[in-house]
């Protein structure tokens, strides 16, 4: 009996061990600490990787663009393109375990337009209501044919939260937020960590197969690499292309990479709050001096070793909404020199933002040097990615060293940074007739018609330059080889579906 009594204790605690060792962690490393985990107050890119597992949306993305159904079925657009009607999926809960109906779809939506702070009221800005059909039916009113609405709603704007909970909490929801995703939020520590687990009724429960996502921020780029071949992280985000070769000769990791969608960029203050009271915000000579003294071909060669893309508008060359007329210019210092000669002030003085990443900081140091040989004494100003963002968002800054993750559609990499008025216009830019040629752009749909428009905007915006688009990246990532099911997105998310660990 003692025996038997012995037998079962082994057997339960076997069990116990076993269920114990079956829980799974992904330990992902990311360059910054995201901002508010609110998606319509949200604005970083890591903020977006950690919404692929917390939020799902209306739309998603394709590993080719393609939209492909997510929280929606399908959609109809009305002969005169002014209404959309969306069909969504039934079964869905949050994590909460309210159902998501016709009524949370059309509260999130709401939200996005009217709370106080939306960034994705641009974003959103045709639609003029919303109205609820039956349970799982949704109209949406347009005031205008709008061609990008879709893709808008693969991203934050499509994000479907959960209205008890966005009720309850106004516009603290990021300290708790609740979605209807694969992982349900657990805990968040500023600057440290943030932790997700899996959601046990998510409507694709079958696609998820590991029990807890942990990101990590460690903006500095060796401690990253570091931490992934110590085995103390699983993935890195954001790989430099100067670690590439090294993580490729650890036969414990693994690497992928894909061209990005967005772009990287000097953002200069021209009209936002009080920074831009300086010669490169109050003139544009200074400004086109700074861009011809950067030589995007030696940026790209010296930092990047050669593995991105140098650009000078919101898409890459290789996009069709690219204006070919308007070719990447080259290093022009004797040029650079005479403008800032014109301007007639000396060495021209220019603060300059760049996030306390380590790769942000080599590339700042790079264009620096470039930049004192025109004249033009760049003061680097290492800051914390998110309070980067408030000091932008306030107008607060000369000039900044800041990305764009890219969208989908072309709309979505210009009109919130150069239409007036809008949340992520950081230069406080403002042209009527720029607003009108994006305002036409997305009234079309042929892409033959919209770059006809978008050609109308480059011919203003890359002369009066509120921002000097530098390049275009890959997005790199390193991974453990017990990490399967990877596969890289244009949009540079992770996404949960179809990851395990062996």
């Known amino acids: ?94 994590q909460d375990g309210e159902k998501l109906d016709a009524a949370a779809v059309k509260a999130s939506l709401e939200r996005h337009l009217k709370l106080q702070g939306s960034q994705r009221k641009a974003e959103l800005g045709a639609v003029a209501s919303v109205d609820v059909v039956d349970d799982h039916t949704v109209k949406l009113n347009l005031s205008a044919p709008f061609a990008p609405l879709i893709a808008q709603l693969t991203d934050r704007a499509g994000m479907i939260l959960s209205p008890k909970a966005a009720e309850a909490a106004g516009d603290k929801f990021g300290a708790h937020p609740v979605c209807a995703g694969p992982y349900k939020f657990t805990e968040r520590v500023a600057q440290d960590r943030i932790v997700l687990d899996r959601f046990d009724r998510y409507w694709n429960k079958d696609k998820i197969h590991i029990d807890r996502i942990v990101f990590l921020p460690i903006p500095d780029q060796s401690v990253r690499v570091a931490n992934l071949q110590s085995s103390g992280l699983d993935m890195i985000e954001r790989v430099a292309p100067s670690d590439f070769k090294q993580i490729e000769g650890n036969k414990q990791l693994k690497t992928a990479s894909i061209v990005e969608l967005g772009y990287q960029s000097i953002n200069i203050n021209v ?149 007036c008025n809008v949340p992520l216009n950081y230069p406080g830019y403002c042209n009527p007739e720029v607003d009108k040629e994006l305002k036409a752009a997305r009234e079309v749909e042929k892409p033959s018609e919209r770059l006809v428009h978008y050609k109308k905007v480059a011919e203003h915006t890359l002369k009066d330059r509120p921002i000097l688009y530098l390049y275009h990246r890959q997005w790199i990532y390193a991974f453990s080889t017990k990490l399967a099911g990877f596969a890289p997105y244009p949009d540079g998310l992770i996404r949960p579906q179809g990851l395990a660990m062996k």
């Not at 940026?299 to 204006?323: A, K, R």
């Open 271 to 419: 009209g936002k709050g009080n920074g831009w009271h300086n010669p490169i915000g109050e003139d544009a000579r200074v400004r086109e001096a700074l861009d011809l003294a950067i030589d995007r071909d030696a940026l790209n060669e010296v930092v990047f070793e050669g593995q991105f893309q140098p650009g000078n508008q919101w898409v890459s060359p290789s996009s069709p909404y690219y204006d070919k007329d308007i070719p990447v210019p080259k290093r022009d210092l004797a040029r650079a020199k005479q403008l800032i000669k014109e301007v007639g002030k000396g060495e021209i003085a220019v603060d300059f933002m760049v996030p306390n990443d380590s790769l942000a900081q080599q590339q700042a140091q790079v264009i620096q040097a470039m930049a004192k040989e025109a004249g033009i004494n760049l003061n680097i100003h290492a800051t914390e990615f998110a309070s980067s963002l408030n000091l932008a968002d306030k107008g607060d800054y000369s000039a900044y060293l800041i990305g764009w993750s890219g969208r989908a559609d072309p709309d979505g990499n210009i009109y919130n940074f150069v239409a």
């Open 1 to 94: 009996m003692r025996r038997c009594v012995a037998m079962m204790a082994a057997g339960v605690w076997l069990a116990f061990v076993g269920a114990a060792q079956a829980e799974t962690t992904l330990r992902i490393g990311l360059a910054e600490d995201p901002d508010a985990l609110d998606p319509t107050l949200a604005r970083t890119f890591v903020g977006r990787i950690v919404f692929a597992s917390l939020c799902d949306k209306l739309f998603d993305i394709g590993p080719h663009l393609e939209i492909v159904p997510q929280l929606a079925t399908s959609y109809q657009l009305s002969e005169d393109a002014k209404t959309v009607t969306l069909h969504l999926r039934e079964g869905v809960l949050f």
